[in-house]
């Protein structure tokens, strides 16, 4: 099966500027999460979708990010202004809904964030 | 609050050796999962392995094998045969609220091994 797939794979932009990130989940998934990854870190949780409701969006830093999820399958995440410690890989990743035993999150390869 | 603790930031390992990785947990909750994840150099985080805290036996999955010790809070990570391919960063991760709708995974720092040959 296709994997979950995120586009640009890389993006440098000027502080106070605009990015946007694209994913499309596994064929069949109805949950889809955005992690944030900073340098060093392990992945944060930053939103999760079932379908097109937002299930947790708690680490979101609402006042610059955005994400959407309008039909139930792809997803968008934004910010708008970027800020120099939003560099960062945005990871997306989707999984079959529910919180219990081995259900696996499948992850992309990430889209890399540098803001200068 | 959950936490999950990696104190190895980096390891060597010798080609065809077998490496710990280890991971330490924390949460009041009964019913948890543990997962493994690994980073190669391209980013994609690649699932390797899943136990659930009512598991009675340690999972295993061909070279990987999960020595979970419940009262230890521990769930280390054991690659056996290493092979220059298992070189990456490697992420020891727990499930928030298990059983709940949110299927969150809190991930430790991540450890980084190096396999020479």
């Known amino acids: 099966e296709a994997g979950v797939a995120q586009s640009p794979r890389y993006k440098i932009i000027e502080k106070r500027q605009s990015v946007a990130f694209w994913c499309n989940p596994i064929?069949?998934?109805?949950?889809l999460y955005w992690y944030q990854q900073i340098l060093g870190q392990g992945p944060k949780l930053l939103i999760q979708?079932?379908?097109?409701?937002?299930?947790?969006d708690s680490q979101l830093p609402k006042d610059r990010f955005s994400a959407e999820r309008l039909k139930g399958v792809d997803s968008t995440l934004k910010i708008q202004p970027a800020k120099l410690e939003d560099s960062a890989v945005y990871l997306c990743?989707?999984?079959?809904?529910?919180?219990?035993?081995?259900?696996?999150?499948?992850f992309g390869a990430g889209s890399r964030l540098t803001v200068l | 609050a959950q936490k999950i603790t990696q104190t190895q930031p980096g390891m060597f390992v010798q080609e065809k050796e077998a490496v710990t990785l280890d991971c330490t947990y924390d949460?009041?909750?009964?019913?948890?999962?543990l997962f493994w994840y690994k980073q190669p150099s391209s980013g994609e985080m690649i699932f390797l392995i899943y136990?659930?805290?009512?598991?009675?036996q340690n999972a295993t999955e061909g070279r990987y094998s999960l020595n979970f010790q419940k009262a230890r809070k521990s769930a280390n990570l054991v690659i056996s045969a290493s092979q220059l391919g298992d070189s990456a960063m490697y992420f020891c991760?727990?499930?928030?609220?298990?059983?709940?709708?949110?299927?969150?995974?809190?991930f430790g720092t991540g450890t980084l091994l190096a396999v020479q040959p």
């Open positions: 990743a989707s999984s079959w809904p529910g919180g219990a035993g081995a259900n696996v999150l499948t």
């Open positions: 064929s069949g998934h109805a949950t």
């Open positions: 979708f079932q379908n097109n409701g937002v299930v947790d």
């Open positions: 949460t009041s909750d009964p019913s948890y999962g």
């Open positions: 136990q659930g805290s009512y598991d009675q």
């Open positions: 991760a727990m499930r928030e609220n298990y059983g709940g709708a949110t299927n969150k995974l809190i």
